[in-house]
């Protein structure tokens, strides 16, 4: 019988151990439907950054927030409005399935991913206070370091989204993502938090201007 270590592979390894069945139910969700970014390549990514605040700023809730960082985008449907309601919808349903006995705080899990509804939009105040408002600004910016990749990941980045919304006049996808990259750049600053402002803040300002530009991107 495969375990659920065996399963959670190295690149998924975390403060706790999941159920494999619980692995693998999770490992569905991100298969539905068909993706072109924001599928469990992307969580591992995310996962990447994750591992990166451990081991510089570090996080106060390791465990919530490693589960909200599987879960943010497990129900993701290009266009709908409430996929980050039914993300955290399910990792609660699945807590209560698989680790009703672990001490894990679902309430914060389900906040968290619900902030990602707030990309562009959040300022740094406004992710919380104290230590769940750092955990919080440090969750956001790894969902979003992407921003601050190398020209051509955050191209290849920009031609996934592009092909995850291809049900959409091609005109309106334009107008509208210009509009959020232009709000990003209007902000006083893109990443909440100081760890990831000062990795990724100028590099994915200067993406950004080259996608608008029509120099990189989808």
């Keep these: ?22 692995l693998d139910a999770l490992r569905k969700s991100y298969l539905v439907p068909p993706r072109a970014y924001h599928h469990f390549g ?4 995310v996962l ?11 996080w ?28 955290a919808r399910l990792v609660i349903e699945h ?3 698989w680790l009703p006995g672990v001490d894990v705080d679902a309430e914060r899990i389900s906040d968290l991913i619900l902030l990602t509804a707030r990309h562009g939009a959040l300022r740094a105040d406004e992710a919380g206070n104290g230590d769940a408002g750092e955990d919080a600004r440090h969750f956001l910016d790894c969902d979003m370091a992407i921003l601050g990749a190398p020209p051509a990941v955050f191209a290849a980045y920009d031609r996934a989204i592009a092909e995850e919304y291809r049900a959409v006049p091609r005109w309106l996808y334009r107008i509208k993502r210009r509009r959020f990259f232009r709000k990003l750049l209007a902000s006083e600053r893109i990443f909440l938090s100081e760890f990831f402002r000062e990795r ?9 201007d080259a996608a608008l530009d029509g120099r990189i991107g989808g």
């Design 95 to 97: 807590i209560e399935r």
């Design 1 to 22: 019988m495969t375990s659920g270590s065996e399963l959670q592979g190295p690149e998924l390894r975390g403060p706790i151990e999941l159920p494999a069945a619980h």
């Design 200 to 208: 990724f803040e100028r590099q994915a300002r200067d993406n950004l």
């Design 42 to 45: 992307h969580v591992q990514e």
């Design 48 to 58: 990447r950054q994750y591992r990166a605040v451990a081991d510089g700023p570090g």
């Design 60 to 87: 106060h809730r390791p465990v919530e927030v490693w589960l909200a960082v599987l879960y943010h985008d497990a129900v993701y449907i290009p266009g709908r409005g409430d996929n980050e309601a039914a993300s």
